[in-house]
């Protein structure tokens, strides 16, 4: 039994410095580095009012294919709003998904920590890399932490799937070189 409780302890050990050790994910730069507009691009689908709705992520990024261009969203600063609110640039406010194109800025090469906000589900890729998930419905709030390792200043690809189910809505970031305190990402920071 103590040869099984100290292999186990071992075990955990290995998989916890492994954890830690594992490099954040290495972001591509976009082959284009000029002429953007300010913002981001969408695309929507609605659904259709209530009883009517979208149950998860997955359901949402399945209906992307029948989505129509909407206008452009300002970057990613939309704070939490009630449900008789626009979801983002739609005029409805529910039961929405929506999929979201374009480029991030970063001003210095460094190690960055990402942190999406929503309600409901987005799945959120700069350079192909996820930096923020969540396939269901909640509140507004943070998704998860993650680390992206920046090579050099620039624009990098973005693409969000999103969707608004009931209730309210937000859909914004944060980022910050590691160690540094998270800040809200400025909207000049996203082109289309």
């Not at 290495?26 to 981001?40: C, D, I, N, T």
């Not at 969540?134 to 998704?143: E, H, I, L």
């Not at 990098?156 to 590691?178: S, V």
């Amino acid at each position: 039994m103590k040869r099984l409780v100290s292999g186990v302890a071992f075990a955990l050990g290995l998989l916890v410095a492994a954890s830690v050790a594992a490099a954040p994910a290495k972001l591509s730069p976009a082959s284009k580095q000029s002429g953007f507009r300010e913002g981001l691009s969408v695309k929507y689908h609605y659904v259709g009012p209530p009883p009517l709705k979208i149950q998860s992520l997955s359901e949402a990024k399945s209906m992307l294919g029948k989505a129509k261009p909407g206008s452009p969203l300002r970057g990613l600063d939309y704070r939490d709003v009630g449900p008789e609110a626009p979801t983002l640039t739609h005029k409805e406010g529910l039961n929405v998904a929506a999929d979201i194109r374009g480029y991030i800025k970063f001003d210095a090469p460094g190690i960055y920590v990402i942190e999406v906000w929503s309600n409901d589900g987005v799945e959120a890729q700069i350079s192909g890399e996820t930096v923020g998930y969540f396939g269901g419905r909640q509140a507004c709030s943070g998704n998860v932490l993650t680390e992206v390792e920046v090579p050099k200043a620039g624009w990098y690809p973005l693409k969000i799937a999103y969707f608004q189910k009931y209730g309210n809505k937000c859909l914004m970031m944060k980022w910050g070189k590691k160690g540094e305190k998270l800040k809200w990402v400025p909207n000049s920071a996203f082109g289309y």
